[in-house]
């Protein structure tokens, strides 16, 4: 009987767990788990929303500069 209840909380834990791994938090921003759908689907993973001031020239300086990075290392190889 003993054995029952384990496998029971065992499998109530698991099925708790995975469900968390698909939720969002209040932000809307996936968790960690969903990340690998997000090479199968970047679109679902694109935020959306407005940016916070400063925020879209800083987002823009960024990606520049992260594509120079990625260039420079490829132009290494």
Do not use: H, W
């Amino acid at each position: 009987m003993s054995t029952r209840i384990f496998i029971r909380l065992g499998a109530a834990s698991v099925l708790a767990i995975l469900m968390s791994g698909c939720a969002s938090d209040s932000t809307g921003v996936s968790t960690a788990l969903s990340k690998p759908l997000c090479a199968v689907s970047p679109s679902s993973c694109l935020y959306d929303g407005a940016y916070e001031p400063g925020e879209a020239a800083y987002a823009e300086q960024e990606a520049r500069r992260l594509n120079q990075a990625q260039l420079s290392r490829l132009r290494g190889m």
